[in-house]
Protein backbone atom coordinates (compact mmCIF):
# COMPACT_ATOMS: atom_id res chain seq x y z
CA UNK A 1 0.00 0.00 0.00
CA UNK A 2 1.86 3.56 -1.05
CA UNK A 3 -0.66 5.53 0.43
CA UNK A 4 1.56 8.75 2.49
CA UNK A 5 -0.09 10.30 5.11
CA UNK A 6 0.07 14.27 4.78
CA UNK A 7 -1.11 16.27 7.44
CA UNK A 8 -0.34 19.62 5.33
CA UNK A 9 -3.74 19.77 4.23
CA UNK A 10 -5.30 20.08 7.88
CA UNK A 11 -3.67 23.56 8.57
CA UNK A 12 -5.68 24.74 5.30
CA UNK A 13 -8.82 22.84 6.71
CA UNK A 14 -8.30 23.59 10.91
CA UNK A 15 -10.65 27.00 10.20
CA UNK A 16 -13.52 25.17 9.00
CA UNK A 17 -12.94 22.21 11.30
CA UNK A 18 -13.09 24.64 14.34
CA UNK A 19 -16.50 26.16 12.69
CA UNK A 20 -17.78 22.85 13.61
CA UNK A 21 -16.56 22.82 16.58
CA UNK A 22 -18.43 25.65 17.59
CA UNK A 23 -21.46 24.15 16.70
CA UNK A 24 -20.71 21.10 18.28
CA UNK A 25 -20.47 22.98 21.31
CA UNK A 26 -23.71 24.65 20.66
CA UNK A 27 -25.33 21.46 21.23
CA UNK A 28 -23.37 19.38 23.63
CA UNK A 29 -23.44 22.07 26.78
CA UNK A 30 -27.12 23.09 26.81
CA UNK A 31 -28.28 19.41 25.76
CA UNK A 32 -26.98 18.33 28.99
CA UNK A 33 -27.36 21.37 31.21
CA UNK A 34 -31.62 21.42 30.14
CA UNK A 35 -31.14 17.93 30.22
CA UNK A 36 -30.16 17.16 33.30
CA UNK A 37 -32.28 19.82 34.56
CA UNK A 38 -35.24 17.80 33.20
CA UNK A 39 -34.07 14.94 34.62
CA UNK A 40 -34.70 15.91 38.09
CA UNK A 41 -37.92 17.15 37.75
CA UNK A 42 -38.75 13.43 35.60
CA UNK A 43 -37.20 11.30 38.21
CA UNK A 44 -39.43 12.98 41.24
CA UNK A 45 -41.99 12.04 39.20
CA UNK A 46 -41.05 8.52 39.10
CA UNK A 47 -40.77 8.49 42.18
CA UNK A 48 -43.99 9.91 42.63
CA UNK A 49 -46.62 8.09 44.60
CA UNK A 50 -48.96 9.21 42.44
CA UNK A 51 -49.52 7.03 39.15
CA UNK A 52 -50.36 9.53 37.26
CA UNK A 53 -47.03 10.97 37.58
CA UNK A 54 -45.08 7.93 37.92
CA UNK A 55 -46.07 5.88 35.15
CA UNK A 56 -45.84 8.79 32.41
CA UNK A 57 -42.46 9.62 33.06
CA UNK A 58 -41.33 6.18 33.21
CA UNK A 59 -42.82 5.59 30.28
CA UNK A 60 -41.06 8.75 28.56
CA UNK A 61 -37.74 7.41 30.07
CA UNK A 62 -37.86 3.90 29.04
CA UNK A 63 -39.14 5.65 25.29
CA UNK A 64 -35.55 7.65 25.32
CA UNK A 65 -33.72 4.91 26.45
CA UNK A 66 -34.56 1.95 24.66
CA UNK A 67 -34.38 3.41 21.18
CA UNK A 68 -31.49 4.28 19.31
CA UNK A 69 -30.88 7.85 19.32
CA UNK A 70 -29.87 8.30 15.63
CA UNK A 71 -33.88 7.43 14.78
CA UNK A 72 -35.08 10.34 17.54
CA UNK A 73 -32.56 12.41 15.65
CA UNK A 74 -34.63 11.92 12.30
CA UNK A 75 -37.96 11.63 13.78
CA UNK A 76 -37.83 15.07 15.21
CA UNK A 77 -37.18 16.47 12.16
CA UNK A 78 -39.11 14.37 9.61
CA UNK A 79 -42.54 13.47 11.85
CA UNK A 80 -43.08 15.77 13.55
CA UNK A 81 -43.99 18.37 10.53
CA UNK A 82 -46.17 15.19 9.26
CA UNK A 83 -48.19 14.87 12.99
CA UNK A 84 -48.57 18.03 14.20
CA UNK A 85 -47.19 20.42 11.36
CA UNK A 86 -44.07 21.68 13.64
CA UNK A 87 -40.85 22.15 11.18
CA UNK A 88 -37.80 22.39 12.88
CA UNK A 89 -34.50 23.59 11.56
CA UNK A 90 -31.72 20.58 12.04
CA UNK A 91 -29.88 22.12 14.76
CA UNK A 92 -33.57 22.92 16.46
CA UNK A 93 -34.24 18.62 16.18
CA UNK A 94 -30.78 17.47 16.85
CA UNK A 95 -31.12 19.82 20.09
CA UNK A 96 -34.10 18.72 20.94
CA UNK A 97 -33.66 15.15 20.40
CA UNK A 98 -29.97 15.01 22.51
CA UNK A 99 -31.83 16.78 25.03
CA UNK A 100 -34.41 14.59 26.01
CA UNK A 101 -32.48 11.68 25.36
CA UNK A 102 -29.93 12.90 28.17
CA UNK A 103 -33.05 13.83 30.08
CA UNK A 104 -33.87 10.06 30.43
CA UNK A 105 -31.10 9.25 31.31
CA UNK A 106 -30.43 12.16 33.89
CA UNK A 107 -33.34 11.09 35.43
CA UNK A 108 -32.35 7.67 36.30
CA UNK A 109 -29.04 8.85 37.74
CA UNK A 110 -31.24 11.17 40.28
CA UNK A 111 -33.57 8.75 40.87
CA UNK A 112 -30.69 6.09 42.03
CA UNK A 113 -28.83 8.84 44.18
CA UNK A 114 -32.04 9.96 45.85
CA UNK A 115 -32.92 6.04 46.57
CA UNK A 116 -29.64 5.28 47.94
CA UNK A 117 -30.08 7.67 50.59
CA UNK A 118 -31.90 5.95 53.90
CA UNK A 119 -35.48 6.89 54.78
CA UNK A 120 -34.68 7.80 57.81
CA UNK A 121 -33.53 11.06 56.90
CA UNK A 122 -36.55 12.52 55.39
CA UNK A 123 -38.12 11.22 58.12
CA UNK A 124 -36.32 13.03 60.34
CA UNK A 125 -36.47 16.22 58.41
CA UNK A 126 -40.35 15.83 57.86
CA UNK A 127 -39.87 15.83 62.20
CA UNK A 128 -38.17 19.05 61.94
CA UNK A 129 -41.09 20.48 60.19
CA UNK A 130 -39.13 21.04 56.56
CA UNK A 131 -41.26 20.45 53.78
CA UNK A 132 -40.30 17.70 51.04
CA UNK A 133 -38.59 20.16 48.52
CA UNK A 134 -36.37 21.51 51.02
CA UNK A 135 -35.69 18.34 52.32
CA UNK A 136 -34.46 17.15 48.97
CA UNK A 137 -32.47 21.18 48.45
CA UNK A 138 -30.64 21.26 51.71
CA UNK A 139 -30.00 17.65 52.89
CA UNK A 140 -30.70 14.64 50.15
CA UNK A 141 -29.40 16.66 47.13
CA UNK A 142 -25.74 17.22 48.86
CA UNK A 143 -24.90 14.26 49.92
CA UNK A 144 -26.22 12.60 46.85
CA UNK A 145 -24.10 14.74 44.24
CA UNK A 146 -20.41 13.40 45.11
CA UNK A 147 -22.15 9.31 44.30
CA UNK A 148 -23.78 10.66 41.10
CA UNK A 149 -21.27 12.79 39.56
CA UNK A 150 -18.61 10.01 37.75
CA UNK A 151 -22.61 9.28 36.03
CA UNK A 152 -23.02 12.36 35.04
CA UNK A 153 -19.41 12.86 33.61
CA UNK A 154 -19.69 9.85 31.97
CA UNK A 155 -23.57 10.96 30.62
CA UNK A 156 -21.90 14.62 29.47
CA UNK A 157 -18.92 12.30 27.52
CA UNK A 158 -21.50 9.95 25.83
CA UNK A 159 -23.40 13.71 24.92
CA UNK A 160 -20.53 15.11 23.47
CA UNK A 161 -19.88 12.03 20.97
CA UNK A 162 -23.50 11.27 20.34
CA UNK A 163 -23.78 14.98 18.92
CA UNK A 164 -21.71 14.02 15.85
CA UNK A 165 -24.90 12.03 15.35
CA UNK A 166 -26.65 15.36 13.98
CA UNK A 167 -24.73 15.19 10.99
CA UNK A 168 -27.07 12.55 9.38
CA UNK A 169 -29.63 15.99 9.85
CA UNK A 170 -26.76 18.11 8.05
CA UNK A 171 -25.93 19.91 11.05
CA UNK A 172 -22.63 21.27 10.34
CA UNK A 173 -20.91 20.44 13.93
CA UNK A 174 -17.66 18.61 13.54
CA UNK A 175 -18.46 15.58 12.04
CA UNK A 176 -20.05 16.73 9.68
CA UNK A 177 -17.12 19.00 8.63
CA UNK A 178 -14.87 16.41 8.60
CA UNK A 179 -17.01 14.11 6.64
CA UNK A 180 -17.58 17.12 3.96
CA UNK A 181 -13.27 17.47 4.00
CA UNK A 182 -12.99 13.99 3.70
CA UNK A 183 -15.57 13.85 0.91
CA UNK A 184 -13.38 16.96 -1.14
CA UNK A 185 -9.96 16.31 -0.80
CA UNK A 186 -10.18 12.53 -0.09
CA UNK A 187 -7.93 12.63 2.65
CA UNK A 188 -9.99 10.64 5.55
CA UNK A 189 -6.92 9.17 7.37
CA UNK A 190 -5.53 12.80 8.10
CA UNK A 191 -9.35 14.42 8.38
CA UNK A 192 -10.84 12.41 10.61
CA UNK A 193 -7.93 11.17 12.86
CA UNK A 194 -7.46 15.16 13.21
CA UNK A 195 -11.22 15.27 14.28
CA UNK A 196 -11.12 12.82 16.73
CA UNK A 197 -7.85 14.69 18.31
CA UNK A 198 -10.30 17.49 18.71
CA UNK A 199 -13.22 16.01 20.22
CA UNK A 200 -10.50 14.37 22.81
CA UNK A 201 -9.21 18.16 23.46
CA UNK A 202 -12.77 19.19 23.93
CA UNK A 203 -14.00 16.54 26.52
CA UNK A 204 -11.15 15.24 28.32
CA UNK A 205 -10.57 19.04 30.52
CA UNK A 206 -14.01 17.73 31.94
CA UNK A 207 -12.79 14.59 32.46
CA UNK A 208 -10.16 15.83 34.22
CA UNK A 209 -11.48 18.34 36.42
CA UNK A 210 -14.59 15.77 37.56
CA UNK A 211 -12.07 13.73 38.70
CA UNK A 212 -10.47 15.58 40.38
CA UNK A 213 -13.66 17.61 42.25
CA UNK A 214 -14.42 13.52 43.01
CA UNK A 215 -10.61 13.01 44.73
CA UNK A 216 -11.28 16.41 46.53
CA UNK A 217 -14.71 15.55 48.00
CA UNK A 218 -13.47 12.41 48.88
CA UNK A 219 -10.97 13.48 51.04
CA UNK A 220 -13.18 15.66 52.97
CA UNK A 221 -15.19 12.47 53.90
Do not use: C
Not at 24 to 47: D, H, K, N, Y
Amino acid sequence: MSYQIDFNLILQSFPVLMRGLVVTIELWLPSVAIGVSLGLFLALARLSPFAALRWPSLVYIELFRDTPVLIQLIWFFYALPILIGLQMTPFEAALLGLTLNTSAYAAEIFRGGIQSVVRGQWEGAKALGMTGAATLRRIILPQVFKRMLPAFTNRAIEVAKMSSLASVLSVHELMYQGRLLSSTYYRPLEILTTVAFVYFVLIYPGSYLSARLERRMAARD
